[in-house]
């Protein structure tokens, strides 16, 4: 399973029955004004060979809200068909719902696309009801694995998604109270870093959808891991960076210099969370 673009969803990386059985590939890095930065897939460099049996990307992105361009993805699809596996587009954030989306992106669907969306983002989480929308011989085979794990698929997902549909409110919620929720949240928690955080403290991947925040520490002196101790200990949670990197074999200090930021706590919280990172960071560059 090839990761053409780390840092991928952490949750993938126990989901194999064998060991090794992901790759993944570096991204090149575009770094933008206002001390943002943006990841894409770096072509010249995927480990594509013929023990990839599936391309698999979030869209957007969890941990960094990444969303992969039109023109990335197109060429990803190309390079499936061409070696003959299937492209999974993870749509868990994406359009149409819940909607997660602040840039522009063209959905993308054709036959050897594996397209996963859930209803998990909307508030369900415990509906546990994933939607798959890809061709009937793949579809036949997610049947029959259903059948054996699970023995009947869940309907109370089902029928909570149908009822949204037809009183007209999946999409309205998603376009006129989810996405609008988020959007809001992040820009006020960007604002409130760069109170405390400079460009050279703090890089931030531009934030074009999912729900988390994604801070580079570029040549920071310590680990993420070190920098997740210490806020731990003062109370403040952040995901050290490493753990996004599924399949990925070579060491990469930037691997150890971002952190994924949850940004959905209350402003003052996420204000005092903020101004402890600041202190630690300077900590780390004194020492
Ligand atoms: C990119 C991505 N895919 C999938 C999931 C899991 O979705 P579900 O609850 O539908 O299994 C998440 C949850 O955090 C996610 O971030």
Redesign the pocket.
Known sequence: MLFPLAPE?L?YADAGLEEDLFVSARPTIELLPEGQFKYHVDFDHLPLNDDVGLICV?RP??PTGNVITDDELLQLDALAQQHKVPLLI?N??GVPFPGIIFSEARPLWNPNTILCM?L?KLGL?GARC?IIVADEKTIGAIGNMNGIISLAPGSIGPSIANEMIVRGDLLRLSQDVIKPFYQAKVSETIALLRRYLPEERCLIHKPEGAIFLWLWFRDLPITTEALYQRLKTRGVLMVPGHFFFPGLEQAWPHTHQCMRMNYVPDADQIERAVQILAEELDNAWQA
């Open positions: 969803y949750g979030s992105t969890n993870d868990a954030y859930s998990s989480p994933g």
